[in-house]
């Protein structure tokens, strides 16, 4: 599904040159559930964002179902984000001014789906992480974890084949992430393949698959056989 | 991206900063509101002015001495001692024998202190004739108007104003009394009903005596103007040509006076009206131009307010075009309801305005209440062109941490 084959990011710091992504080859298939770790600074963030398509390789090529990303433009990127990836982020990124609802709505509303499907949709996804009675809330009028659900629900709702989470419980007390955590698995497991990038081991040590990166490289990568 | 839900993403961010879009809405609303109301009284006036020379009548001659011809002539005439000649009662007299004219009235007009008793009254002084009343459609309130005479007739009668009147007798009867005027003495004959301004005169504030009358008092043979009415509107034209034909040969072949025609009076009131009421819907214009700097700031300011904003919908799948029609729908959003609430104002202005001064019809000209909020509407989309590129080039890697 996901194929990278010796992927660089560079950025400039000051007068040198921070090599972000040092020819990373990677393959994630269909309903996989990986981990990645690191300390800071080691490329795991880089890397979710060349997935996610919201920033490009310097060098390597990325093949997406078949596709190799680096000749669409940014139209067919936009499009290729809404169809094929979710994207939850440590802080939330709910839109305030929105409802709920409103904010599980936007992908659709951006795909132009007509009002009476997506709410359907929307309400739907809200129902299945458990906040079904309180869509109409702002987030301000939302605790944290239920934030988290909020954007989780707007992370599938257009049918990714994966979501990529960013910290997902980064800002999140242990009960509300363990909840996080529970709804991300059980997503998983009807199919959905799900990408963590955390610090924390105990969230890493979960997942099917841990990556570990160092400097921009894969240092680990293994897979536990299912117990 | 559906168009309603464009529209509604927009609203629901100008809704999102009540006290920012307010402003903004108020800069707007005031330059289109200026516009409104500075065209509707520049209308009003013409319209008001060019109404007063609409009551002339369209079969009007006004002759005024002078050339308002200065191309040539004018300055040679000065250079070899060319005297420009007054109009005088011969003149009148003559223009008077033309077929094509019906009626002629000499004009005198100054100033002269009208006395009755102890009261003593600065006050306008016309001298006319009977025909004058017909042209200002004057009322009488008592007693009659000048009598039908021969213009060169001396006649010691007057007529006042209703102000005049008021003041001088103060409650008394007027009519048959003596008043004095400068050094001659009349008798009133006759007190103008108080209809303010009509024509050219201000009814309320004035003395009207037999023109003779007043050439005497001024001790000036000249006139003022000579208003001719002519026998056949149609003809107006020929009738112009006969008259100056007949006061050039009096005055030894130099057309050293001007006949318009009330067509050409409207036209140039029109005309610099129209300039006006051009120039002052431009000085108004400016303010939309500056309202649309305004519009350009608030927009980047509510770009990077939402950097992050930008960076999620760029990460749910927003396309850079999508981008801009949602900050350029906010700009023109905001300038097309700055705009519509400034016509609101300025037409109620108006209509504040008509319903004080009803006698001026204060009107702003359609073309200028759509180009105001017309102009409104497009300063919105261009001024709001650069912060939208701006949100869309947002590179959504670096907007997402902001």
């Known amino acids: 599904m996901i194929r990278l084959r010796g992927i660089c990011r560079d950025y400039p710091v000051g007068d040198q040159v921070v090599h972000a992504l040092d020819k990373v080859d990677l393959d994630i298939g269909p309903g996989e559930y990986i981990s ?22 310097d060098a390597g090529t990325y093949e997406l179902e078949d596709r190799n990303v680096a000749e669409l433009d940014d139209d067919e990127l936009a499009a290729l984000r809404q169809q094929q990836i979710g994207f939850i982020f440590q802080s939330f990124h709910l839109i305030s001014r929105m409802t709920a609802l409103e904010n599980v709505e936007l992908p659709m509303v951006l795909a132009g789906k007509a009002p009476k499907a997506r709410r359907e949709r929307a309400s739907e996804m809200l129902d299945k992480v458990g906040l079904g009675p309180r869509m109409s809330h702002r987030p301000d009028q939302l605790s944290g974890g239920e934030r988290q659900r909020v954007a989780i629900a707007r992370s599938i709702v257009m049918h990714p084949s994966v979501v990529l989470a960013d910290e997902p419980t980064g800002n999140l007390d242990t009960k509300s992430g363990a909840e996080i ?29 841990s990556i570990g990166m160092v400097d921009g490289r894969i240092a680990i990568d293994e897979r536990r056989s299912p117990t | ?25 108020l800069a707007i609303s005031i330059g289109v509101a200026s516009v409104i109301a500075l065209t509707a009284v520049a209308e009003g006036a013409r319209r008001y002015i060019t109404g007063q020379f609409a009551e002339l009548g369209t079969n009007m001659l006004v002759m005024l001495p002078g050339r308002s011809d200065t191309s040539g002539g004018g300055l040679v005439g000065m250079l070899i001692g060319e005297t420009e000649r007054d109009l005088t009662l011969d003149d009148a007299i003559a223009i008077d024998q033309s077929p094509y004219v019906e009626r002629v009235t000499p004009i005198v007009i100054g100033t002269g202190a009208a006395s009755y008793r102890s009261r003593v009254r600065d006050t306008t002084v016309i001298g006319a004739n009977a025909v004058f009343q017909d042209i200002q459609s004057w009322q009488l309130a008592a007693g009659r108007f000048l009598p039908q005479t021969d213009l060169d007739t001396l006649n010691p009668v007057c007529v006042l104003g209703s102000v005049v009147a008021g003041e001088l007798f103060a409650g008394n009867e007027p009519i048959g009394e003596w008043i004095r005027i400068g050094d001659t003495r009349c008798r009133v004959i006759g007190v103008l009903a108080g209809a303010g301004q009509t024509g050219l005169f201000d009814s309320n504030e004035l003395v009207v005596v037999p023109v003779a009358n007043a050439q005497q008092l001024f001790n000036s043979p000249s006139l003022y103007r000579i208003l001719i009415e002519t026998t056949d509107p149609s003809r107006i034209e020929a009738a112009r040509r006969n008259v100056i034909d007949i006061v050039r040969r009096r005055h030894q072949g130099y057309e050293d006076f001007t006949v318009i025609t009330q067509d050409a009076i ?22 939309l131009i500056v309202a649309g700097i305004l519009i350009m700031n608030v927009m980047l300011v509510a770009v ?3 950097t992050s904003e930008v960076g999620l919908l760029k990460a749910l799948g927003a396309t850079r075009r999508q981008i801009l029609a949602l900050f ?5 959003g905001l300038s097309l309801l700055g705009g519509l609430i400034g016509y609101a104002v300025g037409q109620t202005a108006a209509f504040a305005a008509r319903v004080s001064y009803p006698i001026i019809d204060f009107h702003a000209p359609y073309w200028a209440a759509a180009a105001g909020v017309g102009v409104a509407v497009a300063s919105g989309l261009v001024f709001g062109i650069l912060p939208a590129r701006r949100a869309a080039m947002l590179d959504p890697v670096e907007a997402l941490t902001k």
């Open chain 1, 181 to 209: 955590v529970a709804i991300l698995e059980a997503l998983n497991a009807q199919g959905l393949a799900v990408l963590i990038v955390t610090h924390d081991p105990n969230l890493g040590g979960r997942a099917k698959r």
């Open chain 2, 304 to 306: 990077s307010q939402r």
């Open chain 2, 1 to 25: 991206m559906r168009i309603p839900d464009v529209l509604r993403l927009s609203g629901q961010a100008i809704r999102r900063y009540p006290l920012r879009s307010s402003m903004l809405l």
């Open chain 1, 36 to 57: 990645i770790m690191g300390p800071s600074g080691s490329g795991k963030s880089t890397l979710l964002n060349v997935i996610g398509l919201l920033d490009r390789a």
């Open chain 2, 266 to 287: 409207l036209t140039t009131f029109n005309d610099i009206f129209g300039v006006v009421t051009a120039a002052l819907a431009g000085i108004a214009g400016i303010s």
């Open chain 2, 328 to 332: 350029l729908a906010e700009a023109s």
